[in-house]
């Protein structure tokens, strides 16, 4: 079993052998049951439009139909797509297709993230593009990367239950797919994109070629517009 590493209620850090993946996360909330709305996040997430939190957990909350909910992510292939319908992306500067497994070209193209992250960083006038208030939620019915999620602490069992379900058939702890497309298809649970939340993720692992380029975008970002918070740090 994971060494558990206690900051209060309903928070938590874990150590645990390699193999088990992210899986002691949900374990913990099941048996610890939190009465609430529980956000993952991906330790590279870069970027935070932190004033729509509230409504973002709001959400989830309070759409019951709904079992886990992303925020429009800035570097993920679906969100992408939407975002340039809704005109956030110009098509002159890249262009992003439908991704049918919910990931899409972006997940493995290193070139095209550094463009992207370069255009959110550009200017203020870029990112207010990304803040799409209507519509607020687009369903998928497949995977998707889960670098910013939100699930009800009600739900973090059915989360656990895909993942061992996933381990006796693939013989892996794999939560990303099991708590979206295996909890879709076995467990018939609705998810969706929560448009108005903004957040950048930096990179994939097959996008790390550009990584360092990426990360130096925002730490001079940082740098410069949060100097106040960053000052001695970066």
């Given at each position: ?33 939190y009465d ?41 292939g ?15 500067y ?18 095209q ?8 960083l ?45 381990l ?14 295996d ?39 940082a ?12």
């Amino acid at each position: 079993s994971g060494l558990i590493n206690y900051y209060g209620k309903g928070r938590a850090s874990f150590w645990w052998p390699a193999q088990r993946g992210y899986s002691e996360y949900y374990k913990y909330y099941t048996d610890n049951p939190y009465d609430g709305v529980i956000i993952k996040a991906d330790d590279d997430t870069v970027f935070v439009n932190s004033t729509m939190i509230p409504s973002f957990a709001r959400y989830i909350w309070q759409h019951k139909e709904i079992f886990l909910l992303s925020a429009s992510v800035v570097n993920q292939g679906l969100c992408a797509y939407y975002q340039q319908k809704h005109n956030a992306i110009p098509k002159s500067y890249e262009t992003f297709s439908y991704a049918r497994n919910g990931m899409g070209d972006l997940q493995t193209n290193g070139t095209q993230a550094f463009r992207l992250h370069s255009y959110f960083l550009a200017s203020e006038e870029n990112r207010a593009r990304f803040y799409i208030k209507e519509p607020e939620y687009y369903r998928f019915t497949f995977t998707i990367n889960i670098n910013f999620v939100a699930i009800r602490g009600e739900d973090m069992h059915v989360a656990w239950e895909m993942i061992l379900k996933k381990l006796v058939v693939e013989k892996r702890y794999y939560d990303e797919g099991a708590i979206t497309w295996d909890a879709i298809r076995w467990g018939r649970k609705q998810m969706g994109i929560y448009m108005p939340m903004v957040v950048a993720h930096a990179t994939y692992s097959h996008q790390l070629k550009m990584e360092r380029k990426i990360l130096s975008l925002w730490t001079e970002w940082a740098k410069k517009e949060r100097a106040d918070f960053y000052k001695g740090i970066l």
